[in-house]
């Protein structure tokens, strides 16, 4: 082959959120807000759990999501609360820096991945590692976007968020 030149080609801008839930920013950053607000007058961290998975659930849409605590001395993240799936996986460990959730956690950054299909074809090629998990950690069977955020205190990482969706982006 011949290389006859090169050129930029830039990428195809990403449709704000708002637009890929159908919603315009405004409905979204009330949505935000209400939540916040929920949680900032919530007290009992068991309530302050249920009331974040909740309204992630009645108010932004995230049908699937999970709330993961941080052992750096394990090296690892526990589930305390899921919504969205058939288990509930209370107890469900992820190794940090592992996977979208653990990368979340080792790097303190969120790690969005929207469009898993490539991944997934990578994952099943390379083959699985035989896991120590006796508890499953709730997943979608077939996922095409999933976000992990980091939830960070005092700049340490605490734990992270996690939710996913059968749809891209």
Do not use: W
């Not at 709330?67 to 969205?84: C, F, K, M």
């Not at 976000?147 to 996913?164: D, H, K, Y």
């Amino acid at each position: 082959y011949r290389v006859r030149g090169c050129q930029l080609i830039p990428a195809q801008p990403e449709p704000p959120a708002a637009e890929l839930l159908g919603q315009d920013s405004d409905a979204l950053l009330s949505a935000a807000a209400r939540l916040a607000m929920r949680l900032a007058k919530t007290s009992d961290p068991d309530a302050m759990i249920d009331a974040l998975l909740d309204g992630l659930q009645r108010e932004l849409g995230y049908s699937n999501a999970i709330v993961l605590l941080a052992d750096e001395e394990r090296g690892r993240l526990t589930t305390i609360g899921s919504r969205g799936y058939s288990l509930g996986g209370v107890g469900s460990e992820a190794r940090i820096g592992e996977g979208a959730i653990g990368v979340a956690a080792a790097s303190a950054r969120a790690v969005r991945i929207n469009d898993m299909s490539r991944g997934r074809r990578y994952a099943a090629a390379v083959g699985g590692e035989a896991g120590e998990r006796v508890i499953p950690l709730p997943g979608l069977a077939e996922p095409q976007s999933q976000l992990a955020a980091p939830m960070i205190s005092n700049g340490r990482v605490q734990g992270v968020l996690f939710a996913e969706d059968a749809r891209r982006f």
